[in-house]
């Protein structure tokens, strides 16, 4: 069973940027899809990008690409999330998610981190 916990979340103001990470433990982190999702006061959790697990896949919603990065170090079991030009509509908790290969979902969940965006 692989846990997460998420850091970096905080207050910038629009056109700022921010980098959470996600540390795992507990499970092999190599043999994860790991994933970052949010979700926004009122409304339901979305996906914002996913990585492979030799991070040689990225794939990122239309709403974020051009602006966020997804990366991952195997050696430091840790899943990245480069947010730049922030907007106030990227204002949520962002979750980091991972799945097995053998799995078609994210089944397990970090706690999240408040990222907040000031216009």
């Known amino acids: 069973q692989v846990q997460l916990v998420e850091s970096g979340g905080g207050l910038v103001q629009a056109g700022g940027s921010l980098r959470l990470s996600c540390a795992a433990s507990?499970?092999?982190?190599?043999?994860?899809?790991m994933g970052w999702f949010r979700q926004a006061p009122g409304k339901e959790r979305e996906f914002v990008a996913r990585?492979?697990?030799?991070?040689?896949?990225?794939y990122y919603s239309d709403s974020v690409k051009g602006r966020f990065t997804i990366s991952r170090d195997n050696g430091k079991n840790t899943v990245y999330l480069e947010m730049s030009s922030l907007k106030p509509d990227d204002t949520a908790v962002y979750f980091c998610?991972?799945?097995?290969?053998?799995?078609?979902?994210?089944?397990?969940w970090g706690q999240g981190t408040q990222v907040t965006v000031s216009s």
């Open positions: 998610a991972a799945r097995t290969l053998a799995s078609q979902q994210f089944g397990y």
């Open positions: 507990g499970g092999t982190f190599s043999n994860y899809a």
């Open positions: 990585i492979s697990p030799s991070a040689s896949i990225t």
